[in-house]
């Protein structure tokens, strides 16, 4: 199944505003009892090292590889490498281990994946407008 190269840039944007909004979701739902100043400054600590240390650079390296693939159709999952797919499941594992397993407090909840929710959210965007970009530039 193949699509047209700027629809993975669309794609990528899908599926990290899935993912972004349902690990923000939790994190604001955990986050009920535990609203403080300081609280939230250490998710937007979360936030920033996510963005700038992991996300940021993964929506720079995977736009401008799927821009420079030769052929117009590609399939439909090289939105990502299989670094990246691994990178994915291996977040997904960890995060649903740690939730279910009680190890961790709500409040490690509410402002862990308050930051790292925005982030994906973040990212899903940053692919989203990267596609609108792209295309805009082909017409």
């Given amino acids: 199944m193949k699509i047209k190269k700027n629809y993975l840039l669309l794609l990528a944007g899908i599926v990290w505003l899935a993912a972004?909004?349902?690990?923000?979701r939790i994190g604001i739902i955990s986050y009920k009892s535990y609203v403080t100043l300081i609280n939230l400054a250490l998710s937007a600590a979360v936030?920033?090292?996510?963005?700038?240390m992991v996300f940021g650079k993964l929506v720079r390296r995977h736009t401008d590889r799927i821009v420079r693939y030769e052929e117009e159709m590609q399939?439909?999952?090289?939105?990502?490498?299989?670094?990246?797919?691994?990178?994915?499941?291996?977040?997904?594992?960890?995060?649903?281990?740690?939730?279910?397993?009680?190890?961790?407090?709500?409040?490690?909840?509410?402002?862990?994946?308050?930051?790292?929710?925005?982030a994906l959210v973040l990212a899903g965007l940053a692919f989203?407008?990267?596609?609108?970009?792209?295309?805009?530039?082909?017409?």
């Avoid at 989203?128 to 017409?139: E, M, W």
């Fill in 20 to 24: 972004g909004f349902n690990i923000l």
């Fill in 47 to 52: 936030f920033f090292l996510f963005w700038f």
């Fill in 75 to 118: 399939f439909i999952l090289k939105f990502f490498d299989r670094k990246s797919f691994c990178i994915m499941v291996l977040m997904m594992t960890f995060g649903i281990g740690l939730r279910t397993s009680g190890l961790c407090p709500d409040i490690f909840i509410a402002v862990f994946y308050s930051g790292l929710g925005t």
């Fill in 128 to 139: 989203t407008g990267n596609y609108i970009t792209q295309a805009a530039r082909n017409r």
